[in-house]
C-alpha cells in the first residue's frame, strides 16, 4: 500500500521590481551551475536528475544550452571564488545545489537571476524576503527538512520497539545541522527519547571513521544521521558508520535506503531538483525569480530496506507497511 504525508506549501506570487539582468542574451543560454557537491557519477549528485529535467523541456547540454560546472567537492570556501567566476563570464542564470553555494550566488550578483536547490530554509539565509514574495534576483526549490525532526523520531521509534537512547550523527559548524540538532532534542522528551549528539567536521571523510568511539561512548541503541550534503559526498563514509556501530540508523534521504540503510523519511530529490530545473526554464523563457514563489515539498516519503531490518533482527511494523511509500529489498 503506497502512501505519502502531505505538507504544506507556499502559494501565491509577487510581482516585485527586479534590477534587469546586465548582460544580454546569448543567442545558446548558459547556465551556470554551482554546487557544493563532487562532479562526476554519483547515487547522490544533483547532475543526472538536472539533465534528465532539463531534457524534458527541451533543453540538451551541447545541442541548445550551455553548462558552466563550479563543484566545490566538500571545500565550501571555494565557492564565493566560484560564484564570482560565474557571474563575471557571464552567465544567464546561475543555478546552485546547497546552502552555501546559495548564499555564495547571492552574495555574488543582483543581477543574474539565481535558482537555488537543496537548502533549508531561504528566509531565515536571507536569500530570499519570504516563500511567496522572494523579492530580488533569487528563488529555487527549498526543503524545509529541518520540521521534520519530531516526525522522523516518531517513526524511528516505532521501527525499534523499546528504543529510548538515540546517537545523532551532525555536521559541526553548519547553520541547517545545528538547526536540526536543537530541534531534535527539543521534540525528543516528548518522545521519551535521550539526544546523544557527535559532530564532525569536513572535508576529510577519515573524521566520520574516527568519530564512532564517541557515538558509543553512552551505548545508544540506534543512529540518526542528520542533513548534510557532505554526508551525501562521502556515503559510503557515512553508511560505514551506521555499519560498524551496528546500529539501526535513521535518514533524511531514501538513497542512503537504496544504497543499504535502514529506514528514511524525507523529500524526494530528484522531484525537487525537477521543480527547480521548471523555474530556470521559465527565467530563460522571460520569467523574473520574484514571480516565482519558492517552491516546497507537496510530500515527504517514508523509505525501509527489508534486508537491513532483518540483518538488525527488526520487524517492519505492519503500521510502517502501510505508510510507506516504498520497501527496498
Given amino acids: 500500500m503506497r502512501r505519502r504525508e502531505f505538507i504544506a506549501i507556499a502559494s501565491g506570487a509577487a510581482a516585485w521590481p527586479l534590477v534587469a539582468h546586465a548582460q544580454k542574451r546569448q543567442s545558446t543560454p548558459r547556465i551556470g551551475y554551482l554546487s557544493d557537491e563532487t562532479e562526476g557519477p554519483h547515487p547522490f549528485n544533483s547532475h543526472g536528475s538536472v539533465l534528465r529535467a532539463l531534457h524534458s523541456l527541451g533543453y540538451e547540454e551541447g545541442r541548445n544550452l550551455t553548462i558552466e560546472y563550479r563543484y566545490a567537492a566538500g571545500h565550501v570556501e571555494r565557492l564565493p571564488a566560484f560564484a564570482a567566476e560565474l557571474a563575471a563570464l557571464p552567465v544567464d542564470v546561475i543555478f546552485s545545489i546547497g546552502t552555501v553555494a546559495s548564499k555564495a550566488a547571492v552574495a555574488a550578483t543582483t543581477t543574474i537571476p539565481i535558482v537555488f536547490s537543496r537548502i533549508g530554509d531561504p528566509?531565515?539565509?536571507?536569500?530570499?524576503?519570504?516563500?511567496?514574495?522572494?523579492?530580488?534576483?533569487?528563488?529555487?526549490?527549498?526543503?524545509?527538512t529541518t520540521d521534520l525532526a519530531e516526525k522522523r523520531l516518531q517513526l524511528?521509534?516505532?521501527?525499534?520497539?523499546?528504543?529510548?537512547?538515540?546517537?545523532?550523527?551532525?555536521?559541526?559548524?553548519?547553520?541547517?545541522?545545528?538547526?536540526?540538532?536543537?530541534?531534535?532534542?527539543?521534540?525528543?522528551?516528548?518522545?521519551?527519547?535521550?539526544?546523544?549528539?557527535?559532530?564532525?567536521?569536513?572535508?576529510?571523510?577519515?573524521?566520520?571513521?574516527?568519530?564512532?568511539?564517541?557515538?558509543?561512548?553512552?551505548?545508544?541503541?540506534?543512529?540518526?544521521?542528520?542533513?548534510?550534503?557532505?554526508?551525501?559526498?562521502?556515503?559510503?563514509?557515512?553508511?560505514?558508520?551506521?555499519?560498524?556501530?551496528?546500529?539501526?540508523?535513521?535518514?533524511?534521504?531514501?538513497?542512503?535506503?537504496?544504497?543499504?540503510?535502514?529506514?528514511?523519511?524525507?523529500?524526494?530529490?530528484?522531484?525537487?531538483?525537477?521543480?527547480?530545473?521548471?523555474?530556470?526554464?521559465?527565467?530563460?523563457?522571460?520569467?523574473?525569480?520574484?514571480?516565482?514563489?519558492?517552491?516546497q515539498p507537496v510530500n515527504v516519503e517514508l523509505v525501509i530496506n527489508r534486508s537491513s531490518a532483518k540483518a538488525l533482527g527488526l520487524a517492519i511494523p505492519l503500521s510502517l507497511v502501510g505508510f510507506a511509500e516504498r520497501i527496498v529489498d
Fill in 123 to 144: 528566509v531565515r539565509y536571507g536569500l530570499v524576503a519570504s516563500l511567496a514574495r522572494p523579492g530580488g534576483n533569487a528563488t529555487g526549490a527549498a526543503l524545509l
Fill in 156 to 295: 524511528f521509534k516505532e521501527m525499534i520497539p523499546g528504543v529510548s537512547r538515540v546517537a545523532v550523527l551532525h555536521e559541526q559548524n553548519f547553520a541547517p545541522c545545528d538547526i536540526e540538532l536543537k530541534q531534535l532534542v527539543a521534540v525528543a522528551p516528548r518522545l521519551d527519547l535521550q539526544i546523544q549528539a557527535t559532530g564532525v567536521a569536513p572535508p576529510q571523510a577519515s573524521a566520520l571513521e574516527t568519530a564512532l568511539p564517541d557515538i558509543m561512548k553512552e551505548s545508544p541503541q540506534a543512529l540518526f544521521v542528520g542533513s548534510s550534503g557532505w554526508f551525501e559526498d562521502v556515503y559510503q563514509f557515512t553508511l560505514g558508520v551506521a555499519s560498524k556501530s551496528h546500529l539501526p540508523a535513521m535518514y533524511v534521504r531514501a538513497e542512503y535506503v537504496e544504497a543499504g540503510g535502514l529506514i528514511s523519511y524525507g523529500v524526494n530529490y530528484p522531484d525537487m531538483y525537477r521543480s527547480a530545473v521548471e523555474y530556470v526554464v521559465k527565467i530563460l523563457n522571460g520569467a523574473k525569480p520574484p514571480d516565482l514563489p519558492v517552491w
